[in-house]
């Protein structure tokens, strides 16, 4: 595994919208790779690898991450968030953050929950659940310090390093970092291939699939892959049919997901492949989220879509863990089918 790449992409800072810090590693990683790079409108980077103009293959992975934004600064400095992103509010405690100013500038922070000190809570309170709106940043500054350096809208972010767990890669942002990360590898790796690959790493997917939704608008492939982590629950609490995937198990093929049916015979595209070259891989069925897939499928008249995902514990908290072996099978999996997709026929 390209490591370091993987620990650029996890520990970079952007939340929807603000995705330019993504945007410049992905330009960088992709310019010597592909034939054009261009930024659209909406902040979405495309890079298009040619082929022979027969077919287009859009190819999605998104650059954002949960976060939050600054709505409010207080007479005593401290700061009130609007989240941008499906957090669990009982995963924020005793967290620290990042706000990014206007300018640039990197504050660390606290994130507190606005309660008593447990000590001093009494049972029923202790029973409460928290909620989002409670919680604020402390900057440990002055007020009027962080009123100088702290607009409203300015970005804020999870606070966390890279780590290795044994086999496994622990984050703030395996969703979607790895799936960038992956559509990277895939493409270099990628000797060749006759369809046009439109490799694009997506903005807003976390408020709506909204980059991946003017991007296949403006593309009009006649594929969509997106790239994305899925639920991997095989740990102790869940009941083992709600799993979803396992770690270790390999790339996930997306059946269906709360976004979209995927295209069948796309799916059994990517399992006739993953069988013939013994590229390690598992059948998903994820009842509720999305990914960009769904956005693609619905363009226009309409385009066969599938995701291939990456299992990941501990979604959407600080904690997001991936398995090395199963980043790898997604990087092998989605190169494969970019050398084969032209021989695919998807129609219903």
Do not use: W
């Not at 800072?13 to 330019?20: M, V």
């Not at 009982?90 to 922070?109: I, K, M």
């Not at 740990?235 to 799993?243: I, L, V």
Request: proline share 5%; with cysteine.
């Amino acid at each position: 595994m390209n490591v370091e790449l993987l620990r650029t992409l996890v520990e970079a800072r952007g939340i929807p919208g603000r995705e330019e810090a993504i945007r410049e590693i992905v330009r960088k990683e992709m310019e010597p790779l592909v034939d054009e790079v261009t930024t659209d409108t909406m902040g979405n980077v495309v890079c298009v690898k040619k082929g022979d103009g027969k077919k287009r293959l859009m190819i999605a992975a998104h650059m954002d991450e949960i976060g939050f934004i600054v709505k409010f600064v207080d007479d005593k400095g401290f700061v009130r968030l609007q989240p941008l992103g499906g957090f669990d509010p009982r995963q924020l405690f005793a967290q620290r953050v990042v706000v990014t100013t206007s300018n640039g500038d990197t504050l660390p922070g606290v994130l507190a929950y606005g309660s008593k000190p447990v000590h001093m809570l009494t049972d029923a309170e202790k029973a409460q659940a928290p909620q989002l709106d409670t919680f604020f940043v402390d900057l440990g500054l002055p007020a009027d310090t962080v009123k100088e350096k702290v607009r409203v809208g300015d970005m804020v972010t999870m606070d966390r390093k890279m780590e290795q767990c044994g086999d496994c890669f622990t984050c703030k942002c395996m969703d979607d970092r790895v799936g960038v990360y992956v559509m990277v590898e895939a493409v270099r790796a990628v000797k060749k291939h006759k369809v046009d690959v439109y490799a694009v790493a997506t903005v807003q997917e976390e408020v709506g699939l909204r980059g991946a939704e003017t991007a296949a608008y403006h593309i009009q492939p006649d594929i969509g892959v997106a790239l994305d982590v899925t639920i991997a629950n095989d740990f102790p609490g869940p009941p083992e049919q709600d799993a979803v995937t396992k770690l270790g198990a390999g790339a996930a093929i997306k059946i269906m997901d709360g976004s979209l049916i995927c295209n069948p015979k796309l799916v059994e595209h990517f399992r006739c492949i993953a069988e013939k070259k013994g590229i390690p891989h598992q059948m998903e069925v994820l009842p509720r989220g999305g990914t960009d897939a769904g956005a693609i499928q619905r363009s226009r008249a309409g385009i066969a879509s599938i995701t291939l995902s990456v299992p990941t514990r501990y979604i959407h908290t600080v904690n997001e863990m991936v398995h090395a072996s199963d980043v790898q099978a997604a990087v092998d999996l989605l190169s494969a089918y970019i050398s084969d997709a032209h021989t695919g026929d998807y129609a219903l």
